[in-house]
């Protein structure tokens, strides 16, 4: 059992008045720049990593080449995501050797492995610092170290991952956008699938307080955020005040016109409350991603899903049925180890009879000290062929589906126009839209950050293409 998950306010207060004390001496036109890999919850923490940096009196850098400080966000949920991070954490020896005085660190979920701390020590003596993920607040600690000449320092919870985790409430936060926003509601998982390697590099689950979520939520509808995603590994078993429908309820209920969103879901969790507040309430955005794996029992088994692909696809066609044009999305592992073909066969069986928006196809990668990687893997060119069978059905399934919207009039938030003079933006469904507007128009009406209505004309797999009514 976590206890006294929340970082006591003195310590906050601690970082935030030594980020001032920091300023004189890190001296003025220095810039920091973060490399972010992976999930969300990875960029939000980034975004706070970046506001530290700011009040410590960096600026940001555009380019890795311009900063005095690089820190990388890593990831570990894939084995291709971790040598990405590696790869580009050799180019800094040549940053180094450039600028002396460079601070690099390394942190996020590779950093809370062991045997992926050593090598990264080993190979790269550059790092001046490697912070796990619960240590996002020490920041300036880091810093303030690195500076007076401390290297290859590691910061990292010393709890089992049985314990371990906190929630530090009250950092300063550096948006990348101006419109669009996350906000972590909860961190870690307690599901222990038997693939995934995040319950031992993010922690236990824990709730941030709802009046905290809201409010957060309240500050960036105030500041004119016009889709806010609420996220979790697992939102569904949000432990604040309230339950996680009434928490996204409430998230809803601020004046002005705004969506909310949600990542991610577990199908043995998502209730039915929960989808009668989305059919309810306009704000909360028509997009649900759940994650279904696999479709087939013997697989969900193992992987320790604890639901079955009937109770999979009876909670997918609830929730197509309640909620209109929703897009559903889902996440799945190709070549678990022990699938057989007939049993990935029903797994391509199941999502062509869902009907998924979008489909995210990973091959199955082992992770060290997670059951499945323990159990007899299945060799790299089945795995890797399976992945192009899924992948060709959903390009077809996800065009299919979209020619629901063609003759619709969807709301837009827009992203503006794009260098190549096209203007593009999204729509409740998470669907990328591209659209012309009428000869003449106010082009300011579709800036970056506004809803407009847009009729779509035609629909790809995973665009839709249209024309803007203002
Ligand atoms: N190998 C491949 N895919 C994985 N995922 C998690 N762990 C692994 C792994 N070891 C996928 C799951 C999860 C998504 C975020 O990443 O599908 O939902
Ligand atoms: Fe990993 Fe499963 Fe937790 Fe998702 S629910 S983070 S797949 S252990």
């Not at 290859?152 to 101006?178: K, M």
């Not at 577990?266 to 989305?278: G, I, N, Q, T």
């Not at 604890?306 to 309640?322: F, S, V």
């Not at 507007?437 to 800036?447: H, I, R, S, T, V």
Request: hydrophobic share 35%; charged share 25%; with cysteine.
């Amino acid at each position: 059992m976590l206890k006294n998950v929340f970082v006591p306010q003195e310590e906050i207060e601690k970082e935030l008045s030594l980020c001032h004390q920091l300023r004189s001496v890190i001296g003025g036109g220095k810039k920091a720049y973060i490399s972010t890999f992976g999930c969300q919850q990875n960029e939000a923490d980034s975004e706070r990593l970046m506001g530290l940096c700011l009040l410590m009196g960096y600026g940001v850098a555009e380019k890795i080449e311009d900063a005095d400080l690089v820190i990388f966000n890593t990831c570990a949920i894939r084995e291709h995501a971790e040598l990405k991070a590696l790869s580009k954490a050799g180019y800094i020896r040549k940053l180094k050797e450039k600028n002396r005085s460079l601070i690099t660190a390394v942190c996020g979920c590779m950093a809370e492995q062991s045997h992926r701390r050593e090598k990264i020590l080993a190979s790269y003596p550059y790092i001046d610092f490697i912070f796990g993920t619960d240590r996002v607040h020490r920041l300036p600690s880091m810093v303030a170290a690195a500076l007076s000449g401390k290297k290859q320092q590691i910061y990292v919870s010393n709890l089992p991952h049985s314990e371990f985790g906190v929630i530090a409430e009250g950092l300063p936060v550096r948006r990348e956008s101006g419109f669009r926003g996350w906000v972590s509601i909860m961190y870690g998982c307690n599901n222990f699938c038997s693939y995934c390697v995040v319950p031992y590099v993010r922690g236990r689950e824990r709730s941030r307080r709802s009046e905290d979520v809201l409010a957060e939520v309240k500050a960036l509808v105030d500041a004119g955020y016009k889709d806010i995603t609420l996220l979790g590994q697992n939102v569904n078993s949000y432990k604040g005040d309230y339950s996680f429908p009434e928490l996204l309820r409430r998230a809803a209920s601020f004046e002005g016109e705004y969506w909310i969103r949600f990542m991610t879901s577990h199908p043995k969790d998502a209730s039915s409350e929960l989808v009668e507040a989305m059919a309810e309430n306009p704000r909360i955005a028509p997009h649900f991603h759940l994650p279904m794996q696999s479709g087939d029992n013997r697989v969900l088994s193992l992987m320790n899903r604890r639901y079955t692909r009937e109770q999979y696809m009876e909670k997918a066609a609830y929730i197509k049925d309640r909620v209109k044009d929703i897009a559903l999305s889902s996440d799945i592992i190709c070549g678990f180890p022990t699938e057989t073909e007939a049993e990935f066969d029903r797994t391509v069986d199941a999502v062509d009879k869902v009907g998924f928006d979008m489909l995210f196809t990973f091959v199955y990668s082992p992770r060290p000290g997670t059951p499945a990687a323990e159990m007899e893997q299945i060799d790299h060119k089945v795995k890797t062929d399976r992945f192009a069978r899924l992948s060709a059905l959903e390009n077809r399934r996800a065009e299919e589906l979209n020619q629901r919207f063609v003759g619709q009039t969807l709301r837009v938030l827009s992203d503006g126009r794009s260098e190549d003079g096209i203007f593009r933006g999204r729509t409740g469904h998470n669907k990328i839209i591209s659209f012309t507007l009428p000869e003449g128009a106010d082009q300011g009406k579709a800036a970056a950050g506004s809803f407009i209505d847009v009729k779509v004309r035609s629909a790809a797999a995973y665009t839709l293409e249209g024309d803007a009514l203002i």
